[in-house]
């Protein structure tokens, strides 16, 4: 079960690159769309021996570039739809082995840490929030987890 919650924590970290990677192609597509957005080179027109016959500057809208970054987005769009699935399957695998453990204190810490993404100080500071009659330490939930995992 070790290795469901490793897989689990894993494609919680791939949704989060999968979605700051839809983040930066919606920002570039929305800023091509703002009023005024213009690419600009300077092409040669051409030689006449060794001789250029001159440049011309060149200036408009990126349409290439607007086009393949929009079919980029919709790729990134259906990945991260497609990630978010398997997520759901891995959470509910995840829940379903968390409720089958009888000690309550190791559920409550695999909940916080696994299922609602927390460090392990915030870990300690929400169970020191839910039990307060025992002291929790970032440390004593981590080798609480430890040694539950080893165990079992």
């Known amino acids: 079960m070790k290795k469901l919650l490793e ?3 894993a494609a919680l970290s791939r949704i989060k690159i999968l979605r700051q990677n839809v ?3 919606e920002n570039k597509i929305e800023k091509m769309n703002e009023k005024g957005y213009y690419v600009t080179d300077i092409v040669s027109c051409g030689k006449k021996g060794k001789k250029s016959l001159g440049t011309k500057k060149v200036s408009g809208f990126p349409h290439g570039e607007y086009k393949r970054i929009s079919d980029l987005l919709l790729k990134r769009r259906d990945n991260l739809f ?15 082995y968390i409720s089958q453990i009888d000690d309550l204190e190791i559920r409550n810490i695999l ?3 696994y299922v609602d993404n927390l460090t392990w100080v915030q870990v300690a500071y929400r169970m020191n929030d839910l039990n307060k009659k025992k002291k929790y330490t970032e440390s004593s939930c981590r080798q609480k987890h430890d040694r539950f995992l080893e165990k079992n």
């Open 7 to 9: 897989q689990y924590s």
């Open 23 to 25: 983040l930066n192609l």
């Open 82 to 96: 497609q990630e978010e699935q398997n997520l759901l399957v891995l959470v509910t695998k995840v829940e379903e």
């Open 111 to 113: 909940t916080l840490y």
